[in-house]
């Protein structure tokens, strides 16, 4: 027993010494720096190539599609005040939208059927609507939130004014004409202040009476909902390129690290406290784990600035701790970390299997510069080549940053 507990505490002291003798390499920090340089670097080219990701949308003829044509376009023209990131693109056909994707015109696209209004009113709206998005779509979450947003108003407007018009029509000192003038003011009062964003909600008396029998409220409040959509999906905006481009340097840290344990290697360091092969594993694993911990807080700041950028056009900008503190639900961030750790595993057992193939150190060091370069160019961390070429549907899956972006 006091053997194990001596084993652990020297197990304990080799470890903090290679965490400490990481920490006093220029060329390590160097790289750390480069974390928030490069994703700040990425997002700002990201952000100034286009004015906004594009949404590939064909709307067929309903009685619905001028409506949904007009709110989708009044959302892209509030794109220009930097309220939204979206920019929507309409197309006549299913083929035409499906070619605007695939030739990456467009992030992501949506066909519209001409009976959705039919499906929505008969609540038989699921798998409805079409969509076409790549393994590299980064905005699709929030692009549905956003066509989803404004089905289910134009589905609130009409249970509204049928609800109004049923109601009316029971009361008999009512005339015919005074009816529609009072279901007309309704409607326009309802229309304004859906807007504005007050508080104009309603529930109707057959909602009411079961949410009743379960103790519920309800707030119908789309601008607050969307708001929340918001919220919860904006973190999609960051996983592509930005989230690519830190796979790769995580990457390039753990061949760092497989340098740094053939110079161990050499000079016969730690050859009394442990095995080769757990050196190997923890000299690839410290440097991943530190580039990890800078990647984790960029990109919960990424995220911050983003959703802080989305609120821009409102007329309450939240502060940027109110942001940091809600950008990320407890639930995201064990996503986050959770993957974070699982591309760990997958960098340490990609640097063994090198190990087998590259012997020497010199051959390690000329491969780094080659397998992050093919980093870059075959895993779809700037442009999925695998949508022109059938090739580099193979050679994507020979990088590990190829399966970060899949998490």
């Keep these: 027993m006091v053997v194990g507990m001596k084993r652990i505490k020297q197990y304990g002291i080799w470890l903090r010494l290679l965490m400490k003798r990481l920490l006093k390499q220029p060329v390590f920090i160097s790289l750390l720096l480069l974390i928030p340089v490069m994703g700040y670097a990425v997002s700002t080219l990201e952000q100034g190539g286009s004015s906004g990701a594009v949404v590939a949308v064909c709307v067929e003829e309903s009685r619905w599609s001028e409506q949904i044509v007009t709110k989708l376009q009044a959302l892209s023209a509030d794109n220009t005040a930097g309220s939204s990131v979206l920019q929507y693109h309409f197309y006549d056909s299913d083929m035409e939208t499906e070619r605007a994707v695939l030739k990456s015109e467009a992030d992501c696209g949506f066909v519209i059927p001409r009976d959705i209004a039919e499906r929505v009113m008969e609540e038989d709206w699921r798998n409805s609507i079409l969509v076409y998005e790549t393994n590299s779509s980064s905005i699709t979450g929030m692009a549905k939130e956003r066509i989803a947003g404004v089905l289910f108003q134009l589905y609130s407007e009409e249970c509204y004014e049928a609800y109004l018009e049923e109601t009316v029509q029971r009361e008999d000192f009512i005339t015919d004409d005074e009816a529609e003038e009072i279901v007309a003011f309704a409607r326009q009062a309802y229309e304004t202040h859906l807007v504005d964003g007050s508080t104009f909600s309603f529930v109707y008396e057959r909602q009411g009476e079961a949410l009743a029998a379960e103790n519920s409220d309800i707030n119908i409040d789309d601008r607050m909902s969307q708001e929340k959509s918001d919220r919860n999906v904006t973190n999609d905006t960051s996983v592509f390129p930005v989230k690519g481009v830190f796979a ?34 923890v000299n690839i694993w410290i440097p991943t784990l530190y580039t990890s911990l800078a990647v984790l807080v960029c990109l919960w700041i990424t995220d911050a600035l983003q959703l802080r950028a989305c609120s821009g056009g409102t007329a309450d900008i939240p502060g940027m701790g109110e942001v940091l503190l809600g950008v990320w639900s407890p639930g995201m961030w064990g996503k986050q970390i959770g993957s974070l750790i699982l591309y760990q595993g997958i960098i340490v057992l990609y640097c063994c299997i090198l190990r087998v193939l590259l012997h020497r150190q010199e051959t390690i060091a000329v491969a780094i510069p080659i397998l992050t370069l093919g980093s870059l160019v075959c895993a779809p961390v700037f442009v999925k080549l695998s949508m022109y070429m059938p090739l580099f549907e193979v050679l994507e899956k020979l990088f590990p940053a190829t399966y970060y972006l899949m998490m």
């Design 248 to 281: 790769v340097l995580i990457f390039i840290s753990g061949m760092c690290g497989m340098l740094e344990y053939e110079k161990d290697k050499k000079e016969k360091r730690f050859l009394r406290l442990a095995p080769n092969r757990v050196t190997y594993i």
